[in-house]
């Protein structure tokens, strides 16, 4: 069965800190993984991936994609408060445009 | 990219009526899709709304529930139709930009109340 998993769930850290979180997907006919934060209703879209080992970055926010090993890594280093949010992972895969969501991890960044 | 407006923002409803929600698109696009987010849940696609055909529906939606218009390409409605409390939920209209492996990007989202 195709999925895509995030992981942690949630998380608490205080500003400053730097957090990795994590998108696993077992997929047939990857194409592109997506990251979204999402604060109140709409995702708001960070990243799409569709090579592997090159790095995306925008501020402090960086994002890379292993297809070897079926994963994708969003960094954020020197957390804001502001960065608190919900982040989504998504796979488009197989010959739709759809995209399938992972669980989200809940990121809490405290002062 | 594409600016993306969905009214309303957000209603609450009796059971067992119907409501719309509209998607505008300030852009001509070719795929449009719409997303139901139930209370802690992840992202769920319901249908990929087509110009000119039939919506394609996912796994669990029919059209007799969820009716899709897409009458040009800057324009959609949802119809979350003879609607229960299992209907909460926030929906979210979406588009693709740049072709097949393009970025797709979300509208504000509604969020329903069913009472």
């Known amino acids: 069965e195709d999925k895509v998993v995030q992981s942690p769930l949630s998380l608490v850290v205080h500003e400053g800190d730097t957090v990795t979180l994590n998108c696993s997907y077992e997929?047939?006919?990857?194409?592109?993984l997506l990251w979204y934060k999402q604060e109140k209703k709409a995702p708001t879209f960070l990243f799409m991936l569709?090579?592997?080992?090159i790095e995306k970055k925008s501020g402090r926010l960086s994002s890379i994609l292993d297809k070897k090993e079926l994963f994708s890594i969003l960094n954020i280093t020197a957390t804001q408060t502001g960065d608190s949010a919900v982040y989504l992972c998504?796979?488009?895969?197989?010959?739709?445009?759809?995209?399938?969501f992972g669980g989200g991890t809940r990121l809490m960044v405290k002062p | 990219s594409a600016v993306i407006s969905q009214k309303p923002s957000r209603d609450i409803c009796q059971r067992g009526t119907s409501l719309t929600i509209q998607c505008q698109v300030d852009?001509?696009?070719?795929?449009m899709f719409w997303y139901r987010q139930q209370p802690g849940q992840s992202l769920t696609l319901i249908a990929t709304?087509?110009?000119?055909?039939?919506?394609?529906?996912e796994s669990g939606f029919v059209i007799d529930k969820f009716p899709i218009s897409r009458p040009n390409l800057t324009f959609s409605t949802l119809t979350v139709s003879n609607m229960s409390p299992e209907d909460s939920s926030i929906y979210l209209c979406?588009?693709?930009?740049?072709?097949?492996?393009?970025?797709?990007?979300f509208g504000p989202g509604t969020r329903l109340t069913v009472t």
């Open positions: 998504a796979v488009r895969y197989n010959a739709g445009n759809m995209l399938t």
């Open positions: 569709t090579s592997s080992g």
């Open positions: 852009s001509q696009v070719t795929m």
């Open positions: 979406s588009v693709e930009e740049g072709g097949a492996r393009g970025e797709q990007y």
């Open positions: 997929v047939t006919n990857f194409r592109s």
């Open positions: 709304a087509n110009q000119g055909s039939e919506a394609t529906y």
